[in-house]
């Protein structure tokens, strides 16, 4: 059981990119589906699928390196928390390239 998916996410796709793996999968919800269209509009990302999986849906998202060895998302991090929110202005952030 999971406390903070969106936490767990950003974890797995740390991880495979660590690892240097061409795919990662998380759990399908409309947040983390957000979430990773964003990375993807962002470029961070190659892209990304919902494949449905038997009981549930999950999201494949491809990894994007430069040169094939080095990662493209660099100090990946939740910065709100189920148990501290951070909360800020959508102008605080336009200001910060590094945010995402």
Known sequence: MVNDSIADMLTRIRNA????????SVETSIMKRSIVQILLDEGYISSFEEVDNGKNKDIVIT??????NQKVITGLKRISKPGR???ASCDMFSSFSWFW
């Open 17 to 24: 990119q660590t690892a240097r793996h061409e795919t990662v």
């Open 85 to 87: 929110r951070i909360y």
């Open 63 to 68: 990894l994007k390196y430069v040169n094939k």
